[in-house]
């Protein structure tokens, strides 16, 4: 397949989608090289992510009256992602509730759970196992469960319980960074099946058997060197948006 050219006939080199060990690569210089700090990034990762489900969930168009969002995270780095996430959409007026059922030791997450409760951002004790009292209550379900820190393999207790119910729900389902339950490069075909996949820095390999409805891709912040060196090929942002459309 030729690559798409540009009305003056250069050719625009195609999307690069990351493995796990190159996804790692760009976060380890990030982290070491360019001196950003890990709560920089989950804060700047976490905000993006808010900002896409505003894209597409603008305030007006939710079904239901109250602006409901359930944050589902899980105990690492992309559950503290989620965290953010919900922050920054409270802030924006909508109404999230955080269900963390393993909440990590890490005292930078505890920090974004703080914030959190300081907000009166409400922590539910249990996910309801009748699907029907997830669909009726929220709008929508954002999965920051596993993500690609995630150990490839089989999903261990209470995630794999978690997921269940989620693959049952009917109201859609927002995934940050890589599906929970997938494989950072073949994907799953037991995970679920979210609705809109937010892409972190830079897509993942997974990213290329996304089905649903929307993809975006959070990665306006990395540096050009970085994004030359790793031959990222990353597309334009309109404006001043921190979040575009794939």
């Known amino acids: 397949m030729s690559c798409p050219s540009t009305q003056s006939g250069e050719q625009i080199e195609p999307l690069r989608y990351l493995s796990r060990v190159e996804a790692e690569a760009i976060e380890k210089e990030?982290?070491?090289d360019y001196r950003f700090g890990r709560q920089q990034l989950i804060e700047i990762w976490g905000h993006a992510s808010a900002m896409a489900v505003t894209k597409v969930f603008p305030l007006p168009s939710l079904p239901r009256k109250q602006p409901t969002v359930l944050v589902v995270c899980g105990p690492d780095q992309?559950?503290?992602i989620g965290l953010v996430c919900?922050?920054?959409?409270?802030?924006?007026?909508?109404?999230p509730t955080i269900f963390y059922p393993k909440r990590s030791l890490n005292s930078l997450y505890r920090d974004f759970t703080t914030q959190c409760e300081k907000m009166d951002i409400p922590f539910l004790s249990y996910l309801p196992t009748e699907v029907q009292l997830i669909n009726d209550a929220y709008n929508m379900v954002i999965d920051a469960i596993l993500g690609a820190d995630a150990e490839p393999g089989e999903v261990k207790e209470p995630y794999a319980s978690i997921l269940g119910?989620?693959?049952?729900?009917?109201i859609p389902i927002i995934s940050l960074d890589v599906p929970s339950g997938w494989d950072v490069e073949t994907g799953n075909s037991e995970g679920i099946s979210p609705d809109i996949l937010v892409s972190l820095t830079a897509p993942k390999q997974c990213a290329t058997r996304f089905l649903g409805r929307h993809h975006f891709l959070a990665g306006r912040f990395l540096p050009y060197d970085v994004q030359k060196k790793f031959e990222l090929n990353l597309p334009e942002y309109s404006g001043t948006e921190c979040v575009v459309s794939l």
């Open 86 to 95: 919900a922050r920054h959409l409270r802030v924006f007026e909508y109404e």
């Open 165 to 170: 119910t989620l693959k049952q729900i009917r």
């Open 78 to 80: 992309n559950g503290a």
């Open 30 to 32: 990030l982290l070491e």
